[in-house]
């Protein structure tokens, strides 16, 4: 119930390219929905996050977008660059009441490719 | 957004001994902070959450005693690795709740290196 399965493992783009990371859940107490990129050595930065009270959230050149009812979100990163290579992870938390930790995939290693 | 720091980046220490990291809110109080844990390659996992002057509470299978966790006040927390082991080596990150506007935020650190020989 508290799995946040997410994929691909890794992904490989070309400049330019949208790389689409897909995360699902289970548990549909989670109302909040962060995406964080994490560099080799580095803590993950938070870099956009959606609540299920809408679809599709955009800030600058990343896009998430959220289907509730298949209880799903992925993450768009529109005109990739190299320096977009890093680690991705979606995370899940529920309402404060209880369950506020959050719950993190298990990641995707993007690299792009100039 | 919010600044998480740690001190310190890196730490190289003797098996038996105790290392002490610090976690800080530089620009907000964070009544709520988490400690997690990475080994390579892999997601991050939650040793424990920590609120400002009460007691950590820890996930299951973290040896509460082996990793003291102090949260004394609203901008700092503390993980202690008591008698530490080759098997401790791992990249710890703190993470603090900034609670201000509408919606509440996670920041993370920038992580801690441990390496016990």
């Known amino acids: 119930q508290q799995q946040v399965k997410q994929s691909p493992q890794s992904l490989i783009v070309q400049k330019g390219g949208i790389p689409i990371i897909n995360c699902a859940y289970e548990?549909?107490?989670?109302?909040?929905f962060p995406w964080y990129q994490q560099f080799p050595g580095k803590g993950p930065a938070l870099l956009i996050a959606?609540?299920?009270?809408?679809s599709e959230k955009k800030e600058g050149r990343f896009t998430i977008s959220f289907n509730k009812s298949a209880k799903q979100f992925s993450l768009h990163i529109m005109d990739s660059q190299p320096g977009d290579s890093a680690t991705y992870f979606c995370?899940?938390?529920?309402?404060?009441?209880?369950?506020?930790?959050?719950?993190f995939g298990t990641g995707t290693r993007l690299t792009i490719i100039p | 957004g919010a600044v998480v720091s740690q001190h310190p980046s890196w730490v190289i220490c003797k098996s038996g001994t105790s290392v002490k990291i610090e976690c800080r809110s530089l620009?907000?109080?964070?009544?709520?902070m988490f400690w997690y844990r990475q080994f390579p390659k892999q997601s991050l996992m939650l040793m424990a959450t920590?609120?400002?002057?009460?007691?950590?509470?820890?996930e299951q299978g973290v040896e509460k005693d082996k990793f003291l966790i102090n949260h004394a006040s609203l901008t700092l927390s503390t993980l202690t690795v008591t008698s530490a082991h080759p098997e401790d080596s791992s990249f710890y990150i703190c993470?603090?709740?900034?609670?201000?506007?509408?919606?509440?935020?996670?920041?993370f650190g920038p992580g801690t290196r441990l390496l016990v020989l």
């Open positions: 993470s603090a709740r900034d609670w201000g506007g509408v919606v509440e935020t996670q920041y």
């Open positions: 548990n549909t107490a989670f109302d909040y």
């Open positions: 959606i609540r299920p009270d809408v």
């Open positions: 995370a899940a938390r529920g309402p404060n009441f209880g369950n506020e930790k959050l719950t």
């Open positions: 620009d907000f109080q964070a009544t709520t």
């Open positions: 920590s609120n400002e002057g009460s007691k950590a509470t820890y």
